[in-house]
């Protein structure tokens, strides 16, 4: 029954930070997506008669690409693939699902916060049997293997039916459609009290949720209007669109425009949050007051003992390298380990599996914990929505409390984006080049204390990932990080991090980009952004 069809191999599916992403149109090439998913199917084990999950953001292709995958799937001696009604899972879900259904793994097709649309970006990502984004040995292998990919093996077409729950058969195989929220609300009820949350809003708590029309809407509508008992309109854009409403389904302070005005009015919401295309990340606001993913990952880290799925205690935490050091002083202070890990949360895995870590997060908006192994949005809001019903204080007195106790890593990243390649290769191999002479060096008014590229060997297996980004460290306070983005589909995104400790009480409220003005200054000149990349400031500022 199943057909054997001869291919040649496509450049550039090198999967980056998180999965294979490009513009729909590479994807949509005939045999572009049969060749990646064979490659991936050629180096997962024990993929024949084993479970996979399946689902996407909605975006875009999503519908045909499950048709072809299933296909894909069968030819491969899959026994059962578990889709999400109408193809749609969030990324946090499918990874709650692979571990509750012990699948071998599944495919989560997102390009995240990337812009959908036929003009926009397209993607795929493996996660493995521990719920968790494919390890780099594996990802190389998977690109290694499209390198040299000369058929794939596929069931003849036909038409499954994504849009009804139950099973049916294709080629042997079991096709299983299931609510996709259903299972992954369970999960959030059992790490949370859900009953104190709902006081909340009987006591007239308001908050606004932007789903920004992507894949969280459902979830969000089910969890906080249904079960918590949100009233209607807290979700806003909470209906999936293949373009995303032709926005951009990043939670940030320049994307998430709306909410951020709504936030700012003198009657706005208490309470505000927003989630990306795949569900996996977070943005989290007080009434005129937004929280850093950093300083957020922190005052989680420190309140963790006031949620019930953490009553415990932490075994440990990690941040992302880029990611501020404010979670660093928490663990300090609650004598727990922190690690630190290169961008992408695919190396949180084996720290979590061991058990060495219980929450971790990344400067991107990204926050978790070990009841899955992803990010997770509406994790990262229940827990604030909880923190706030136990504690009874806003938004913003919880975030002035922790940086009284801690000091408050004052904290951005700029993002140039589409800049020329090449022009971004220069700049990271000139800043390498001089790391060594950097170190004792007095620039401005900071001696550098440490100038390295970024290393890190995982404590648990071992593997060793080099050339993550450079650091400056500036005395004691203030760093700087370089690093060249690995989700982006046109030219180079040169992602700036700048922080600084400030533990002055006075200071403590004052705005990010005038504290930091001189370190961003000092940042551009030393690597001659302007210089090099012909821009004056940057399209992206968190
Ligand atoms: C970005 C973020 C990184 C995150 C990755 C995937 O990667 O910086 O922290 O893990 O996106 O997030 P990069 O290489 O572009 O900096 V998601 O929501 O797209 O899965
Ligand atoms: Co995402």
Known sequence: MTETCRTQPFDGQRPGTSGLRKPVKTFMQPRYLENFVQSVFDCVEGLRGATLALGGDGRYYNREAIQTILRLAAGNGVARVIVGRGGLFSTPAVSALIRQRQAIGGLILSASHNPGGPAGDFGIKFNSANGGPATEALTEAIYARSRTIDRYCIAPACHIDIDTLGEQTLAGMTVEVIDPVEDYARLMESLFDFERIRGLFRGGFRMRFDAMHAITGPYAHTIFERMLGAPAGTVIHGTPLADFGGGHPDPNLTHAAELVRQLGRPEGPDFGAASDGDGDRNMIMGHGCFVTPSDSLAILAANATRVPAYRDGLRGVARSMPTSRAVDRVAHKLDIPCYETPT????????LDAGRITLCGEESFGTGSDHVREKDGLWAVLFWLNLLAVRGQSVAEIVNEHWLRFGRDVYTRHDYEGIDSDAAGTLMARLRDRLSTLIGQTIGRHAVSGADDFAYTDPVDGSHAAAQGVRLLLGDE??????????????????????????????????AQKQLADLIALAGEIADIRGLTGRDAPDVIT
């Open 344 to 351: 992408g949360w695919k190396f949180f895995g084996n720290l």
């Open 478 to 511: 203030a760093r700087i990080v370089y690093r060249l983005s690995g989700t982006g589909t046109q030219g180079a995104t040169l992602r700036l991090y700048i922080e600084r400790l400030e533990t002055r009480r006075e200071y403590l409220q004052a705005d």
